[in-house]
């Protein structure tokens, strides 16, 4: 699986942006789709899943209710609204896919085998 995210830019705070990525290769819909960021200096962190089966879906604490993670596996890819953002919320966003994710792993990244690219998100304030 090959993954490829977009949307990233330049927003001020409160405002939103929509981050898409785009899976090739293996079908996508066996697979939980998830994203990750990470900020400079820190290690990079846990935003949202999205189970492959039932589509339900698994948010931070520090983006619930502003967040929010969907998936069209018609079109091979996962989404993430990101809206409300703070400034805090800049870093490098990646999307991740990984297949057989017991819950107690959904937020580390060592069970994801697939990641994409990266795609930066800047907040001014």
């Known amino acids: 699986v090959q993954l490829q995210a977009s949307g990233g830019g330049l927003v001020q705070a409160g405002g939103s942006l929509r981050l898409s990525c785009a899976a090739s290769?293996?079908?996508?819909?066996?697979?939980?789709g998830a994203w990750f960021r990470q900020a400079p200096g820190k290690e990079r962190e846990f935003v949202a899943a999205?189970?492959?089966?039932?589509?339900?879906?698994y948010s931070a604490d520090s983006v619930m209710g502003r967040f929010t993670i969907s998936r069209d596996d018609a079109k091979n890819m996962i989404s993430l609204q990101m809206n409300s953002l703070k400034p805090e919320d800049t870093a490098v966003y990646y999307c991740?896919?990984?297949?057989?994710?017991?819950?107690?792993?959904?937020?580390?990244?060592?069970?994801?085998?697939?990641w994409g690219q990266g795609t930066l998100v800047t907040v001014s304030s």
């Open positions: 290769g293996r079908t996508f819909a066996t697979y939980t």
């Open positions: 991740a896919a990984g297949g057989r994710i017991i819950l107690s792993s959904m937020r580390r990244t060592s069970a994801y085998d697939y």
């Open positions: 999205i189970r492959s089966v039932g589509g339900r879906a």
